[in-house]
């Protein structure tokens, strides 16, 4: 199967793109904090991809919660696993003629409003899990799973088009390389929440991770204020373009 999936990709011909000179290494970083400093789009966005990746600080631990305390049996993961996938291949199919259509701005809202249903299911669960009788508390613990899934796959379109959309031409490497650096960085502050879970406990965790989603998603009604802001840029070409019929009618 994977040599098969090897030929396919390698079957795949990419358009010819205009070659852009590749910033100096030592550049980047200060090139970074310029971009952040000058386009209001990109900072919150990156607002919005840090405090998602630190929203997913208690998701390692729920799958611990739903097996030691709902006690759902471990055969029941292989299910939960082959439902995530099928939701998220599915999902990915939704999602491609979204990010043609919709502005960018919706589009990061629309993730961040499911990484904030994911969330917010999962602080449910853990607050009434554990007096759910045994029948139930699968098919309550797997809701969490597909919508984990469903805003996962959201996720990884959105943080590809937004920045393919937004960035200049000519700055998409350091627009790219500087925000996956700095959520990379972020992702080394997720193994604390065992220590929030060892400290404090399981509620305490997953009220935090959905209040860093919150925080993502206010974020996103900023980010949505600075596109709807850069659309009159447009205003004086359609003047101009009307200013020049107006000269070929008088001719």
Known sequence: MGAFVFWLWSLVREPDLEPV??????????????????????????IVRLLGTFAGIASPFYLVYVTKVMHVPMEAMGLYMMASTGVSLCSGLVWAPVANRAPRHRLVSISTVLQLANTGCALLVVTFGGSLAPEVA?????????????????????????????????ERPTYFGFLNTRAGAGSFVLPLGGVILETWGYLPLFGLSTVLAAGAFVATLRLGAAGRLRRPISIPRLARSSTARRVDKAL
Request: net charge positive.
């Open 21 to 46: 000179k590749a910033p100096e290494v030592g550049s980047v970083f200060r090139l970074g904090l310029r971009a952040l400093a000058g386009d209001r789009d990109y900072r919150f966005f990156s």
């Open 138 to 170: 699968p098919f309550v613990a797997a809701s969490v799973f597909l919508i984990s899934s469903c805003a996962g796959s959201a996720a990884v379109m959105v943080n590809d088009t937004t920045l393919l959309s937004s960035a200049p031409t000519g």
